[in-house]
Nanobody, 124 residues
């Protein structure tokens, strides 16, 4: 059974940076692309970006372009979300997901595997 475990969340001041990690197990990591979602308090879940770990495709939400970057280490079977110039409105629980298809603006339920999330809080 596939599993994703996020880590790296925390409290950061506005303008700061964080790198989230997503450790994968139980499936062939090389064959899957990695999506990142977030859910802010009182709001619905929204897509952040998709990183083409498998096929080099990519997709990013407008708010993520220029600030957030996806990457991976296939040896460690771990994906990363580098977040720079963080803003208070980036405060949310961040989730990683995995899908065996090319990247685009998929819904949460389209993915094959989901993590439990990690809290990111940006103070002003």
């Amino acid at each position: 059974e596939g599993e994703l475990v996020e880590s790296g969340g925390g409290l950061v001041q506005a303008g700061g940076s964080l790198r989230l990690s997503c450790a994968a197990s139980g499936f062939d990591f090389d064959d899957f692309n990695i999506g990142w979602f977030r859910q802010a308090p009182g709001k619905g879940r929204e897509g952040v970006l998709c990183f083409g770990n498998s096929d080099g495709t990519a997709w990013s939400a407008d708010f993520a372009k220029g600030r957030f970057t996806g990457s991976s280490d296939k040896v460690k079977k771990t994906a990363y979300l580098q977040m720079n110039d963080l803003k208070p409105q980036d405060t949310a629980v961040y989730f990683c997901t995995a899908m065996d298809y090319y990247c685009r603006d998929y819904a949460w339920d389209d993915y094959n595997y989901w993590g439990q999330g990690t809290q990111v809080t940006v103070s002003s």
